[in-house]
């Protein structure tokens, strides 16, 4: 059974900083490349970062670049993201996903950016 759970959304004041963890099991997940979207009340659903599948090439929305970054750990079969200097646009369900022809998603978790 294919499984992508995140962890580690919350409530953060903006300037803070949070880690999001997908873990993942039931594929090969050295040869997915992974990424995280977000979506926003309102908006569509926008690609926020993306690492290949062995980690050496990663792509950033212009929004957060300079501010994230996507690792991944294949030993661990686990995509990260590290957020800082976050600020209220950020504020969004974050999704973990992973492509390979075909694609998983997870069922998401939520950042919330506010004083």
């Known amino acids: 059974q294919v499984q992508l759970v995140e962890s580690g959304g919350g409530l953060v004041q903006p300037g803070g900083s949070l880690r999001l963890s997908c873990a993942a099991s039931?594929?090969?997940?050295?040869?997915?490349?992974m990424n995280w979207y977000r979506q926003a009340p309102g908006k569509e659903r926008e690609l926020v970062a993306g690492?290949?599948?062995?980690?050496?090439?990663?792509d950033y929305a212009d929004s957060v670049k300079g501010r994230f970054t996507i690792s991944r750990d294949n030993a661990k079969n686990t995509v990260y993201l590290q957020m800082n200097s976050l600020k209220p646009e950020d504020t969004a369900v974050y999704y973990c996903?992973?492509?390979?022809?075909?694609?998983?998603w997870g069922q998401g978790t939520q950042v919330t950016v506010s004083s």
């Open positions: 996903n992973a492509r390979w022809g075909i694609e998983y």
């Open positions: 039931g594929f090969s997940f050295r040869n997915y490349a």
């Open positions: 690492i290949s599948s062995y980690g050496g090439v990663t």
